[in-house]
Structures are given as C-alpha cells and as structure tokens.
C-alpha cells in the first residue's frame, strides 16, 4: 500500500476546495460547494446557517465521513498533516472516536437501548486499548462529575431510557472525550439543555478544550451560545461560506447582509392577545402528585389552560414539565390527583379513554427524527389519524391529507409522497403539526418543539403555531426551556422546579421584578451575544446557592 501523503509544519485540520453532493431521485445534486476552512489545536470555530446550510455535512466531513445518499466529490482533507481522502475506508474509521470525535444532536437517537451508558461509554476505549474496562469506569464517572450530571457514580448504570434527554446529551458528550481526542465535532450539543445546565456544559466543553488543547467544530443554531464558544464563525448558507471572521469582529460588524439578517432573527411575537377566559378551563390539573417507579417526580401540582390560550412551562431538565404531560395524556397515571378536561375527570390510563378523549388531547415532540415512522410516506402518517380518530377513507381522507399540508404551508404535490428522511427538520416538525391537528383537538402539548431548529426555522414555526391557533381556536401547552419563545408566543407561564409550582401567573407579570430567585436564575441564565456573557455570568452564579433540578 501507498503511504498517504503528509505534510508537515500544519494545522491539526485544513479542508480546501470540499464538494459534497447529495442524491436526490436518480440525480446528484451539489450540497457544499467549495469550502475551505483551517484550524489549529485549541482553537473552537463555530459553524453557523440555517437548516440545509451544510453545517453538519461539513463537520461529518471533517472525519472523512459522507452521510448514506452523500458523497464528496472533490477537495481535500488534512488532519494532522495525513490526507483523510486518501486513506483507506479501515484507516479512516481508526481515526474516528479515537482522534476524532463527534457529539450528534440527537442523544435520544444516538445511544442503543438494550444497553447501560457505562457499557456505551467504556466500549471504544476499551476496544482501542485506551483504557481498561476499570479504567473507562473511573473515567466515566470522572466526566459525568465534571459535566455536572446527576449522581455521578450510579447513573452510568442506567439505560438511555431512565435519564433526561439533557443527561442524555451530557452523557454522549462524555462518550466522546473518552480517548481524549485531538478534534470533537460539536453538533448542537446543547440543543436538549435547559438554560441553567446548558452554562455548566457550555463551561465544561471549554474548560476540556483549554485542558487537553483538544480543537473542537462547534455547530449551532444558536448566535448567542456560539459568541461564547468560538474563536472564529464561519457563516454558511446553501453549502457556501458567506462570511468568515473572528468571533469579537463578526459580532461587532458583520458585513453581509445574509449575516446581519441571522443576528436581527426573533423578531415574531404573538399577533392578537388571549381570549377572556370561559368559566370552565378546557384543561385543568388539580393537585397531581406523580411518580416513576419509587421516585416522585411530581408533587401537588395544580394549573388550568383555557380555550385559545398559550400556558408556557418552564424549567429546568428534570423538572417535572415533560412528566406533567404525561399525566395529562394519560400515559403516567397520577399516584394523587386528577385531569379535569372541560370540567369532567380524564381517565388516568390513556387506555380506559374513548376514542374521542384521546382525540381532543394531542401531543407535538420534541425530537421529529424519532417521532416519525422513517418507512411511512407522508400521506401515510397524516392519513392514520384521520382514519383512526375520524374514520376517514378513499378519496375524502386523500382530500384532507391535501388540505393539512396546505394549512402547514407545504405543497401537498411536492410533500404528500415523501419519506421523513427526505425532509428538513422544520419540514418533519411541520409533519408533526399536521399529524396532531388531523384528530381535530381542541387542546395541543407543545413538547420543546423549537428546540431542534435554527432561528429562522424555529420562527417560522411559531408564526405557523400563532396562526393555526388564531383560526382554529386551539389551547396550547408549550414546554421549553427557550425563554425567547415564552416571550413570543405564551399568554401565562408556570415556572417549575423539583416537580414543584414555583410560580405561575401571566406572561408580563413572570417577567416583571421582582422574582423569586429560581425565576431570576432561570432569566440570567439566557445567553446573550456578548463574547464575555459566559464568564461574567459563571462569576455572578458563584453567589447563587440554587441547586438544580437536574441534579
């Protein structure tokens, strides 16, 4: 065999001339189109664009990698001065989790699980003669301690399904500093995190990277998170570089107008104010104490939602938001308590419901990518409730399969005969808005559904969420640790902690001081684009004796 060529005197990694395509029907079609970009040990740069930007395909490239149904078609990729693209497919993946490692968005999608998140953590340790198995113990629960997870030494012996989707993503950011390698590919990491943890791991990631002079892609949708990661951004839009610089220079002056516009982005709020309340919620908790297993998670909590109203549930990971959910839709029957829908008592098992208790009450979730059925069109996954809840057939349910795509502004001709995976992430979650609104509820659980979107996406489908409430009169439960969305689009707000109410009232009185200190941590802990938002607020938490949810 050849040697592959190297260079020496270089950067840990230098992409030139990179053209990836993407294979679409019987065509290829060009998804990077000539980008370059070089980084040195200890240097972060941050990836940033909307969806269908390339963020991601280029730092999968990074690692020599295409996605199935990709392909790099030209350029080069020097890491540590060995050309990735020359190197055999079995040299390639010696490189990967060892020298190279990558943090995918989705945790829930990424980790196996028939098996513990210690076994997960210690296996390419172990397998690449890192560690032994003791050692990748010990280590794991070292990382676990420093990303601030939740009883450090037992949790590695939980499967994913028993952790949040917030230690989850710690968890997998764990996994990938177990061979402490020379360059970690970020992909969202903090996509799943509350605000307050999202700090500690923001803080942790950085504190590696200095530690281990480890160079790191950092990959976001979020402005305000990468102005405190990245030495250097890099804008990108249809697969080509809009505009490079310095992280301090591009957030003083950006010169682009494409860039600009990324910056300027949240500016959606709720068009027309809430409806006065009617005597009778449409949903209301009272006094609902709930569990998993031997452990509360929920404790007396009581709330009510009225027609065509927004209730934001905010806190932070392992609160209770997602659980109270849960009870409502009757998959977590409560130990205590009750689920009142238009005044009269919910069955607490999803399963002694009607039919059309069941229909009234929808759920949107977080994660589009494993809330849709990969091997389902479109038309079948919108078409199963209208058949189900409906009893809908032939050509009437053809018709209204056309009508929802319609009322979630895809082109039915265009969306109607897709698979999932031919989607963007703001097209999947639209799916998933179509797919709670053929049952025809009156009442729809917002599960985090923003949280997996870039900006201009995210708010697309908050003035999709806004108008379809406006026609359609529907109540909302939007659970979110984005305090933006709150801002934009809820009408009261219940602030929670521990599986406790710390506060609930109307959006402009949450938000106006003073506040309890959990509310006031949760406000100082939203990121601002400041490249020194992150110290000073890491300082000022020093002060703060609140302890988190999560842990």
Known sequence: MTSPKKKENHPLLKITGLHIEGQSDDAWIPIVKGVDLTLDRGQVLGLIGESGAGKSTIGLAAMGYAQPGCRITAGE????????????????????????????????????????????????????????????????????????????????????????????????????????????????????????????VLATIRDIVEQFNTAAIYITHDLAVVAQMADKIIVLRYGEIVEAANTRIMLSDPREDYTKSLWAVRSFKKTAAAPEPEPVPLCKVEHVTAAYGDEPVLHDISFEIHKGHTVAVVGESGSGKSTAARVITGLLPPLKGQVLYKGDPLPPDYRHRTKDQLRQVQMIYQMADTALNPRQHIRDIIGRPLAFYLGMRGAKKEARIRELLDLIELEPDAFIGRLPGELSGGQKQRICIARALAAEPEFIICDEVTSALDQLVAEGILRLLDRLQQELSLAFMFITHDLATVKAIADEVIVMLQGEIVEQGSKISIFSPPHPEYTELLLSSVPEMDPDWLDKTLEERKHLSIKSADQ
């Not at 190197?87 to 989790?97: A, D, I, K, T, V």
């Not at 420093?146 to 230690?167: A, D, F």
């Open 77 to 200: 990729i020097w890491f540590d001065g060995v050309d990735l693209r020359e190197l055999r497919r079995r040299e390639r993946r010696s490189f990967r989790g060892v020298r190279i490692a990558y943090v995918a968005q989705s945790a829930a999608a990424s980790f196996n699980p028939a098996h513990k998140l210690i076994d997960q953590f210690s296996e390419i340790p172990v397998e690449h003669g890192v560690h032994s198995r003791a050692d990748a113990e010990a280590d794991a629960i070292d990382l676990f301690t420093r990303l601030q997870m939740p009883s450090p030494e037992t949790i590695g012996y939980r499967y994913p399904h028993q952790v949040s989707g917030g230690q989850l993503q710690r968890a997998m950011t764990a996994m990938a500093l177990s061979c402490r390698p020379d360059l970690i590919i970020f992909d969202e990491p903090t996509t799943a995190l509350d605000v307050t943890t999202q700090i500690e």
